[in-house]
């Protein structure tokens, strides 16, 4: 008994109409038709042959990983379902590296202002040792008339000036770095812009995002807070490799992936529903309605 129909035992066994099936598990009646009759070439590509297979099983009470290895020569073969988590642990690690540079980088801008003040400070003592000197070796006149008198304003205005002098242009140097600081933290903190350049339509809706402010760091985080579903996403840089190519669940959520080098990304979502993505810690929505169009592509044109 092939593949298709004994999945179609199982839900006849089971009770369960079609459209029903269909509402469980979130799959197109014609891909569940197309199942059952063997006609696996109708369903979008090899690479949700196995899912949609798995998805039926599982809504049927089958085992699907045993029905998948029973019916390994009939099912189309596809791409290593295992995600390579040495790469995104690469990355992980990349970025706690990051993280510890930039904690240290922090602290450069207050041991500056901390040298500055101690500088001030040391040059405020140094004149005031300067002006007791000065008084201790300032000689007493002893006129005729036996009166000493002494001249208190001789020492401290020259000198009194050229601090509030120093104290000022010490102030301004702070002033300054402290207005470039700003500068550069409002930078760093741009967050990324996405424009949609053109809305998909159909039952497999093909839609095109730009994204500007990207900076030299752009970083995908994957999150899904459905348990009940699995989606099968596809990540893969324009005419190069795939970043991702497997079944995403909640219980993998959250997973980071550096595209820093990436210029067109496209993304290929089986369940659109169960799955957020956002880039530098932005949500990119989905242009058309997720909760009617569950497979949905798009394509990420990226621009520093």
């Known amino acids: 008994m092939d593949v298709g129909a004994k999945l179609k035992e199982a839900r006849l066994a089971s009770g369960l109409s079609l459209d029903s099936l269909q509402e469980t598990t979130k799959i197109q009646k014609r891909y569940l038709v197309a199942i059952e009759e063997g006609n696996l070439h109708i369903l979008p590509g090899k690479f949700y042959a196995r899912?949609?297979?798995k998805e039926y099983a599982n809504a049927v009470g089958l085992n699907p990983n045993e029905l998948v290895e029973e019916h390994k020569e009939e099912i189309p073969s596809t791409e290593e379902e295992n995600?390579?988590?040495?790469?995104?642990?690469?990355?992980?690690?990349?970025?706690?590296?990051?993280?510890?540079?930039?904690?240290?980088?922090?602290l450069i801008p207050t041991i500056i202002v901390v040298l500055l003040i101690v500088g001030i400070v040391f040059v405020a003592w140094w004149f005031i040792r300067e002006n007791m000197a000065g008084d201790s070796t300032n000689p007493v006149e002893k006129p005729d008339d036996n009166v000493i008198i002494t001249n208190p304003n001789d020492t401290g205005t020259g000198n009194d000036g050229a601090e509030d002098?120093?104290?000022?242009?010490?102030?301004?140097?702070?002033?300054?770095?402290?207005?470039d600081e700003t500068q550069e933290e409002s930078n760093e903190q741009s967050d990324p812009e996405f424009t949609v350049t053109e809305e998909g339509t159909g039952s497999q809706p093909v839609s095109t995002i730009e994204m500007a402010n990207a900076g030299e760091k752009v970083i995908i985080t994957l999150e899904s807070a459905d348990p009940e579903h699995h989606t099968w996403l596809e990540i893969r840089e324009e005419g190069g490799e795939a970043f991702y190519n497997s079944?995403?669940?909640?219980?993998?959520?959250?997973?980071?992936?550096?595209?820093?080098?990436?210029e067109t990304i496209s993304f290929n979502v089986g369940y659109a529903p169960a799955l957020k993505i956002s880039i530098n810690g932005v949500e990119l929505e989905y242009?058309?309605?997720?909760g009617q169009y569950v497979h949905q592509r798009l394509n990420l044109s990226i621009t520093r």
């Open 51 to 53: 899912a949609f297979i």
């Open 83 to 106: 995600v390579q988590y040495t790469r995104m642990q690469r990355t992980r690690k990349e970025n706690q590296t990051e993280k510890s540079s930039g904690g240290i980088s922090s």
């Open 165 to 179: 002098e120093a104290d000022g242009s010490d102030e301004n140097t702070n002033d300054e770095e402290n207005e």
């Open 247 to 262: 079944s995403f669940s909640a219980d993998e959520s959250p997973v980071e992936i550096d595209i820093s080098d990436a």
């Open 287 to 290: 242009p058309v309605d997720a």
